[in-house]
């Protein structure tokens, strides 16, 4: 179970991350399916994306070049995948399944570096809150995704305080605020201190300038749940900066 920082379109140009990104998909074992979350999806009830094979992408994004909006990432069929994704939900609970609607940035820039053949079935989930509780709930749910060999992913960006950045530059040093907040989290997920990360409006450092809206940090809390113990501590697979925020991105079993 991951959460990954997944970066804009111009992470296919960051040679660092690209090769951070496919060392560590390279020493996972190969998933039989992906749930992805993306920060990029606030919707409830939970709905799940289409199942249909080579589903279009979203191009959710704006002012890059003209190239990116015209890659695709062409998965096979995963109604099977969304059929055992709907049966781990609550009896009674609203699921809606959309018949068109994509991968947004949050999953397909990541997963193009991580699985380039675009041959591993893929669904993305939407995120229907913000509360920890209730993420760390849905994880629960999912959990049992793991011994069928499904790689469930929460998407985001360990901060995200983009009104707050100055130096656009890839290298830009990181923000008090940002680096402060990527410390703070990167000890509490060393301790497994899984309560103080649900407090993290009111106990971060940064905050809220690196997450003015908190959609890139809440999908951690969906992986944190799904792992056989949430409170043991994760382990950090990229660390480090890029335009000043943090790219931190964990793997938890």
């Known amino acids: 179970m991951l959460y990954l920082s997944h970066g ?9 991350w690209m090769n951070q990104l496919s060392a560590w998909s390279g020493e996972l074992e190969r998933p039989k399916g992906i749930v992805i979350v993306s920060a990029h999806w606030e919707s409830a009830p939970i709905s799940i994306s289409a199942t249909a094979a080579s589903t279009p992408l979203i191009y959710d994004f704006g002012g890059f070049s003209p190239r990116f909006y015209n890659m695709k990432y062409e998965t096979p069929d995963a109604t099977w995948l969304g059929d055992l994704v709907a049966s781990l939900m609550p009896d009674g609970e609203p699921l809606h399944r959309h018949q068109t609607r994509g991968l947004d940035h949050g999953a397909w820039v990541p997963l193009k570096v991580m699985y380039p053949g675009a041959d591993i079935p893929v669904i993305q989930l939407s995120m229907p809150t913000h509360d920890p509780i209730k993420l760390l709930e849905l994880g629960r749910r999912l959990a049992p995704l793991r011994d069928q060999g499904i790689l469930l992913i929460g998407s985001g960006f360990m901060t995200h305080g983009l009104p707050y950045i100055r130096d656009w ?17 990167s000890e509490a997920l060393s301790r497994g201190d899984v309560e103080s990360l649900i407090r993290y409006r009111e106990l971060a450092p940064g905050m809220p300038y690196a997450h003015p809206t908190v959609e890139h940090f809440t999908p951690l809390f969906i992986t944190l749940g799904a792992a056989d113990d949430p409170e043991r501590p994760a382990e950090t ?10 790219k931190r991105s964990i793997q938890v079993s």
Not at 8 to 16: F, K, Q, T
Not at 173 to 179: K, Q, V
């Open 8 to 16: 804009a379109p111009p992470l296919l140009d960051d040679e660092v």
């Open 169 to 185: 530059r890839t290298n830009a040093e990181a923000p008090a605020w940002s680096a402060e907040f990527d410390h703070w989290v």
């Open 237 to 246: 697979k990229i660390d480090g900066y890029f335009m000043g925020l943090a």
